[in-house]
């Protein structure tokens, strides 16, 4: 049997919003969601993105956070922590929505699907920026 790393806070001692130096399948550096896992940037065949993994005491099956270290680094306030927004028409920036009773996306205020609706996800670029930094900083010193 796989047991916790002693290192690992409980999910209750953790402050969403604060950045951790984490041990995990994709990420080193990632803040608390509040919730269930840390949102970090991983490189996937030279792409960046942001990306969520799963704190071990959440889902002992695909939680694969088994460490994480307080660096005292809160997200600024006006930075929503999330992955990405959610989706808007490509054509209109209007939010739309997905129903599975229709099978389709429809606009936010209305429920007839609409075939023409293109939704794309848009990455939080503020979350992004400011991780990037951090992990530039806190990852150039280890090198040295």
Sequence with gaps: MIQRNPNLPPVDQLIK???YK?????LKIGVWDGAKGFIGIRTKFREQYLFKELHWDVDKLCGTVSNAED?????PANIEIREIFDPIDKKTKRRVLYSEKGHGWHF???TTI??????V????TALFAFLKKIEFQILSQEIV
């Excluded at 984490?22 to 994709?26: A, G, L, Q, V």
């Excluded at 609409?114 to 939704?119: F, Y």
């Design 71 to 75: 660096l005292k680094i809160d997200v």
């Design 22 to 26: 984490i041990k995990s399948r994709n």
């Design 121 to 124: 996800f848009n990455q939080n």
């Design 17 to 19: 919003g604060r950045v």
């Design 108 to 110: 936010e205020e209305e």
């Design 114 to 119: 609409n075939k023409d609706l293109r939704p």
